[in-house]
């Protein structure tokens, strides 16, 4: 397989559809326009464990898409649901800290899309294929480059209570860059570097 | 101790929104020696947001780090003065660069909001026969962090990998464990820094920078090979046989074919640092610590 000859590049609109995940191959580059949301470490803990009710929760996630992000926003925002600030920095952070909960919180909550960086296990993997989502690899530390492609914050959640790294941040986001690097076919394109990778460590370790 | 204070804010915004010109060079080395695509696509943006950074004067990356101090003062400067002036300066940089708060309560789970906290920021201080007060700082990112490993040698080391190579089947698992005996001696080291490189694959930011000590005790070893990532990319090691084995790791990282951004290419690390310490008869520990590509460290001079 080659997919660096077959590279598409695609628009992608949120909220998605599963027609638009299904479509979605390794190796196509995506630009994403619309609202995303972040969540990471504490989010994922707290989706996972408490079940918040989809109501309870101030925005849709149905379709949605979830950044593995701790932006910079500036100034500071405290308050709830609270618009406005600037993002200065957002690259994304290290996705294989939420494998425990991935695969629950898309099944729970209908994500179609996840971007982070790094890649993801076997679990997530069956289940972008089992409902339909799709994990986008975004370049790590490229933490301007991405910001310039975040055009406002529409909201936050548990802003006091997680901090303002761990809160669940509302983005707009326009031609915001990724990469399909699992997609909902059970492809990995992460599983095919570690399989490489590790033919060429049994010779080296003999 | 106020322009301590001023100069140290400096230095926290000049290493959380620029990189050092030696780690920035390895990068544009490696950039046009890439074959593969992928990492070569992925090196442009990595390229493209350290010069944007720079002239917007924003953070690298959002991951502002665990600000990790080195300073050496000299006789008749109080310590804990110079300690003080470290943690009101990190407050006042954390607004004003500003930094991402970082320092997080273990027990209440609250962000204290102003990157500072139990031993957050962390500060190694030593004296100096020199007059000058010597500050280095390093802005160690998480992700890499949490890639670190400790090894007791001799081990038997297990690595568990997929083994279907023809086929991409969406059930593979990794079902193919081999064993590799990492002795006490510079080949043993050499492959548990690749075991440590191979699990990492691309979770921390590649091209990465490895720091390995090898010594007789766990805080002792930990301690320095995070020491050697402050070392400049293209030194030299003071001692001949680490420089030799500091080489031939490099290479055999780099024959594993991670590539930056983990998708594979030519240049999955810049640069590897060893140090080492005496050890124990008993003991033999060996300790690998990852920087990020964006390896934020500086100097101030006061």
Redesign the interface.
Known sequence: ?NT?DTRNTINLNTPLTKEDVLNLKIGDMVFISGRIVTGRDRVHKFLFHERPDKKEIPFDLEGGIIYH????I?P?LKGEEVGGGKV????P??S??VEMYEADVIKSYGIRGIIG???MG?KT??AL?EYGCVYL?T???????L??RIKGVAGGWKIEE?????AMWLLDVEDFPA?V?MDA??????????????????E??K | MLKLRDGIIELYKKVATSIPSDVEEALKNAYSRETSPLAKGSMEIILSNISLARTTSRPICQDTGFPVFFIKVPKGISHQLVKETVIEATRIATKKVPLRPNAVDIVTGKNTSDNTGDYFPLIYMDETEDQSLIVDLMLKGAGCENLGQTYKLPTELKVEGYSVMESNLPNAERNNTITVLAERDFDGVRKCVLDAVFKAQGKGCPPYTIGVAIGGAKDQATFLSKRQLMRRITDNNPDNALTEIEQKILKDINSLGIGAAGLGGETTAIGVKIGAGHRHPASYFVDVSFSCWANRRGRLIW
Not at chain 1, 69 to 72: A, K, N, V, Y
Not at chain 1, 139 to 145: P, Q
């Open positions: 397989m660096r992000c701790g932006p910079i500036t500071s200065i920095a957002a690259g952070t290290t294989m800290r960086k790094g890649g076997d993997l069956a294929k690899h370049i790590s530390g490229a933490a301007a480059y910001a310039d997680f901090g303002e790294p761990e990469m690097t076919h059970g492809n990995s394109l992460h599983r095919e570097i570690e399989r490489l990778s590790f033919e060429r460590l049994k080296m370790v």
